[in-house]
């Protein structure tokens, strides 16, 4: 079966995809908020791996339909291992006490901030395929599969930095602004010296 044949067959089935998807996203949602899986020192106790078993489920009915449908290879692992390490963050790993720069605190704030940056840039990705191939006239730069991927890195990278400013105080209007700039200048110039994939 080719990627063409596929594709209708994906689309079709997508009512029921998102339906399980969003099964999937409420019951993962309520264990996180009814069960105590940080004080429950089994990592594979019966509500664990329920967990372990929704969170993949999660990724994979909500990026792979999309990657299948949109051809954006990698969608799915990408945007799995993201919603994967938000959510299991979210639900086993103890809110820091400190800040940022405490020592004891950095783990769980660098493993969030990745999550976060694959996360963002997982979502973010078929929002740009699709806007690129409906609004860029230029062929090439529509279906450059190379320059989507990185536009939503780019997006998750400045999400993430956000974060890391907003956690240590230092986030203000001025230096949002700049650092959204920064990121458009920077795909400025790699479009300008990298070019698009090649068909």
Same mark, same amino acid.
């Given at each position: ?19 399980? @998807? *969003?099964?999937?996203? !409420? ?11 940080? *004080?429950?020192? %089994?990592?594979? &106790? ?27 290879? *990698? ?19 103890? !809110?820091?006490? *400190? ?15 990745? !999550? ?5 840039? @997982? ?8 806007? &690129? ?6 062929? !090439?730069?529509?279906?450059? %599969? ?5 536009? @939503? ?38 479009? &300008? ?7």
């Amino acid at each position: 079966m080719t990627d063409q044949d596929e594709t209708p067959r994906v689309r079709r089935w997508l009512p029921l995809l998102a339906l399980l @998807a *969003g099964l999937c996203w !409420a019951l993962v949602i309520s264990v996180i908020l009814r069960v105590d899986l940080i *004080g429950e020192p %089994n990592l594979f &106790s019966p509500w664990h791996l329920l967990f372990y078993i929704l969170a993949l489920g999660v990724g994979i009915l909500t990026f792979w339909p999309l990657e299948t449908w949109l051809e954006l290879p *990698g969608l799915t692992i990408e945007g799995t291992l993201g919603v994967g390490m938000f959510l299991v963050t979210l639900a086993m790993v103890p !809110a820091p006490d *400190g800040t940022l720069l405490d020592q004891s605190a950095t783990p769980a704030y660098i493993v969030m901030l990745i !999550a976060v940056l694959l996360s963002v840039a @997982a979502v973010v990705r078929p929002v740009i395929a699709v806007l &690129s191939r409906r609004w860029l006239a230029l062929r !090439a730069w529509a279906l450059d %599969n190379r320059r989507v991927r990185r536009e @939503a890195y780019e997006c998750g990278l400045f999400v993430a930095v956000v974060l890391v400013m907003a956690a240590l105080r230092t986030l203000d209007p001025i230096k949002f602004v700049a650092l959204a700039v920064i990121i458009v200048l920077i795909e400025i110039l790699l479009l &300008s010296f990298i070019g698009v994939e090649p068909a």
